[in-house]
């Protein structure tokens, strides 16, 4: 089957969402079309691993309601090639997509295991991947968390909270290794303890297999972890296939430049893939967190209808660990020279990371409504030391 369009976003996600209200409020006539891999329509990512696990969200709560937009929602269909010369791009049905721009929000692809184990092993990402492991993740069930970043940690905490046992297996020292100081990262590992999460630290899963009843790990060390359901949160690859096909600049993501256009002068892309450069930080970066994909999906949707300027903004990312949570700005690397401003030791402050006399990242622990304010001193020049960094964003309200 044949379809065209002045718009079509591939990808079925938040910054394509975001894109297709975008272009809807500067373009009240365009066509609009959608192609997502996934069968459910655009919804939100960040409650699958924070808010539907505390019982006070409704699963169909997270759609955005893309369909308002007008726009034609083509789904569980995986575009497989793009014409950028014939404008046109296909999906694995044989069906084609003319457009006349196009913004590729395709996303990221979760790291997998270097084995298969069926149903009850679960690399997080989706919608199904939610129902899935509701499926196993009752109280009592014994469910093993891989991986100690953004993701894991997260998970580890909604799980622990619905009554599940949990052990949590990762390679580094400690829960978000090279992200805190190393006080602040001592501290999340005792807590996690203390809300009954075992943490297996310095291990990696090298193989695995599963039946009817549940999962066994075979770890690095040499033991073996027997479970009734594993989920690996070992981050995400570009999802980049398309770009590099169809001749696009790729580098560690789509490359884009300032309006987020592509190499092609009528394709665009926003979200995962996309690889930015960003004022604030004087480089490129590619940022897989949720305000990254609206932001940028409703920036690129706007350049596609002729209305966008330069896309400047800082996106910022938020996490909720049992009852603490966090809001953080830029780059969160420990390698840096790290200032802690506590006004509770590891309860509550701010955490300044800082690169030649600038600060690259602001980490705002427990401190609430200053991410505008981490995003302003990123901006400034400095030069700061920790000295001039003490009560700079408050933090004793």
Known sequence: MEHAYDYLIVG????????????????????????????????????????????????????????????VLHLGRRVTSL???????????????????????????PRRLPFAAGDRLIHYRTVDDYRRLRRYAVAGAHVAVIGGGFIG????????????????????E???????????????????????VDLLAGVKVVDGRADDTGVELVLSDGRHLRVDAAVAGLGVTPDTALAEHAGLAVADG???????????????????????????????????????????????GRAMAGAGGDYTTLPYFYSDL????????????????????????????????????????????????????????IAQPGPFDAASLRGRIPHDG
């Open 153 to 172: 940690s997260e998970l580890a905490a909604s799980l622990a909270g619905v009554g599940c046992k949990v052990s949590m297996l990762f390679p580094g």
């Open 254 to 300: 789509v490359v884009v430049d300032a309006q987020l256009r592509t190499s092609d002068p009528d394709i665009w892309a926003a979200g995962d893939l996309a690889n930015f450069f960003n004022p604030s930080l004087g480089r490129r970066l590619r940022v897989e967190h949720e305000n990254a994909a609206v932001e940028m999906g409703a920036h690129a």
């Open 83 to 109: 014409d950028p010369a014939a404008r046109r791009v296909r999906d694995e049905r044989g069906d084609s997509y003319g457009y006349r721009r196009l913004l590729l929000a395709t996303g990221a692809t």
């Open 322 to 377: 049992f009852d603490l949570g966090y809001e953080a700005v830029g780059l969160l690397d420990a390698r840096l020279q790290v200032v802690e401003d506590w006004s509770e030791p590891h309860r509550k402050g701010v955490v300044y990371y800082l690169e030649g006399g600038r600060v690259r990242g602001v980490l705002l622990w427990n401190v609430w409504d200053q991410v505008d304010a981490a995003r302003a001193l």
């Open 12 to 71: 079925g996600g938040m910054a394509g969402d975001a894109a297709a209200k975008a272009i809807r409020a500067a373009d009240a006539t365009a066509f609009i079309g959608l192609v997502g891999a996934e069968t459910s329509p655009p919804y939100q990512r960040p409650p699958l691993s924070k808010a539907l696990w505390k019982g006070d969200t409704a699963l169909d709560s997270v759609d955005l309601g893309t369909a308002a937009t007008g726009a």
């Open 174 to 196: 400690s829960i978000g290794s090279g992200r805190y100081p190393p006080t602040l990262a001592a501290f999340l590992d005792d807590y996690y303890r203390g809300r009954g």
